[in-house]
């Protein structure tokens, strides 16, 4: 037997074995090195192939895993998920069975990431085999501290509702909102939040109605608000539905300010919704750091047009995993436990949207809320509150 054969070792012989015996399993506890056969390590897409802001995503990766090749001779790769892969979890799975994979950045849904960081955290095993995931836009605020292995690079809804209910009522002077929010986690977030803060103020939500997805009967809630006359129309919803309820607003000579949430920047620049506003965590007009030139120039050179929050953001979150393996941890367990101290103890990150530092629950520190109004160029800049924690020297 293995026991008597050691038993019978001289003493130096034995301690010499147990110690071999600890760091090996020390080591097996880190989990093994992540990556390629070939040593390059992969960063998992976590976004379902052609799901609204799926683009954004596999080019913010891509261009971060360029600039991380270029600064290290590590290597680094994109990996997409398998084309038509329909669920978060399909997605999740493929990536967290990848061993190759060492990080995810998704997913940008606040819903499928509810439902594909099980997955990722490995839940099933109690994490022996998890594997982290940076969600670039996911913003709900059941994911703060959703598990060990889950991190954003966006603020939460309830950050943004309570900034874009201060600023309507101090800079639009709003005291009557109308609130109509899509009929899921997101929207009913977003108008719980954006009520209680605007009433704090003294102000009224006179209409608070819920939506379902694929709703035809906008001129229904048009009609609603023009009896009504609101000062100001809150739509925590999606672009596409956005648009069909400008139109219904502007049909029925509703003139109020409208504020989409961050779910509808992708209205910008779209005819219908000149005049109208959206929440986003990313301007280009208002990145300066030297990460974010870099970025923008690129983007731009290669894709012929600005990026989007989907894409600046999915940038942040595969740059401070890529800037963390660089710094050593090579494992996924590794970069779990090196994400955790930027931030706390360890020097926050230069991010595109700006600097990149993690609470203890995993949420992000310090990033600001911008609200953009759409006109016929561009989104131009309303001054917005910043969000209130701002390491650093306050985010950009």
Not at 77 to 92: D, E, F, I, Y
Not at 242 to 265: C, N, Q, S, Y
Not at 304 to 329: C, E, H, N
Not at 363 to 389: L, P
Request: hydrophobic share 45%; charged share 20%.
């Amino acid at each position: 037997m293995i026991q008597n054969r050691v038993a019978t070792l001289p003493r130096a012989a034995a301690v010499a074995l147990s110690l071999l015996l600890l760091a090996s399993a020390c080591r097996s506890s880190d989990g093994p090195p992540a990556g390629t056969g070939d040593g390059t390590f992969l960063i998992g897409v976590g976004a379902i192939p052609g799901s609204p802001g799926y683009d954004g995503v596999v080019r913010g990766v891509d261009l971060a895993v360029e600039r991380l090749n270029g600064a290290s001779s590590l290597r680094f790769r994109s990996r997409p998920p398998k084309l038509g892969s329909a669920s978060a979890v399909q997605v999740a799975q493929q990536l967290s069975a990848d061993p190759g994979v060492i990080a995810v950045v998704g997913h940008p849904e606040s819903g499928n990431t509810i439902e594909a960081i099980p997955v990722y955290a490995d839940a099933e095993h109690s994490g022996a085999n998890g594997v982290v995931a940076i969600s670039p836009t996911a913003s709900s605020p059941q994911l703060s501290g959703a598990n060990p292995w889950f991190f954003r690079v966006a603020p939460s809804d309830d950050d943004a509702a309570r900034v874009t209910a201060q600023w309507a009522f101090d800079s639009l002077g709003a005291k009557r909102a109308a609130i109509i929010y899509r009929n899921d986690s997101y929207g009913r977030d977003w108008a719980s939040t954006f009520a209680q803060t605007f009433t704090r103020s003294g102000a009224t939500v006179i209409a608070r109605e819920p939506y379902l997805n694929g709703v035809t009967e906008w001129d229904a809630y048009a009609q609603l608000l023009a009896t009504m006359r609101p000062d100001v129309v809150l739509f925590p919803g999606d672009a596409v539905d956005a648009l069909a309820f400008l139109r219904a607003l502007k049909a029925h000579g509703v003139t109020a300010p409208f504020i989409g949430g961050d779910g509808t920047e992708q209205m910008n620049q779209q005819a219908d919704a000149i005049g109208a506003r959206y929440v986003a965590f990313f301007r280009a007009d208002r990145a300066t750091s030297p990460e974010a030139l870099w970025f923008l120039s690129r983007y731009r050179e290669r894709f012929k047009q600005d990026p989007d929050m989907f894409a600046a953001l999915s940038y942040d979150a595969a740059i401070v995993m890529g800037r963390t393996i660089i710094s050593g941890a090579r494992t996924r367990a590794a970069l779990r436990l090196a994400l955790e101290k930027i931030g706390n103890g360890a020097p926050s990150v230069d991010g595109v949207a700006g600097r990149i530092a993690f609470e203890r629950n995993h949420d992000i520190k310090g990033r600001s809320v911008v609200i953009v109004r759409v006109d016929r160029v561009r989104g131009s800049t309303d001054a917005a509150a910043d969000s209130t924690d701002t390491p650093d020297g306050g985010a950009r």
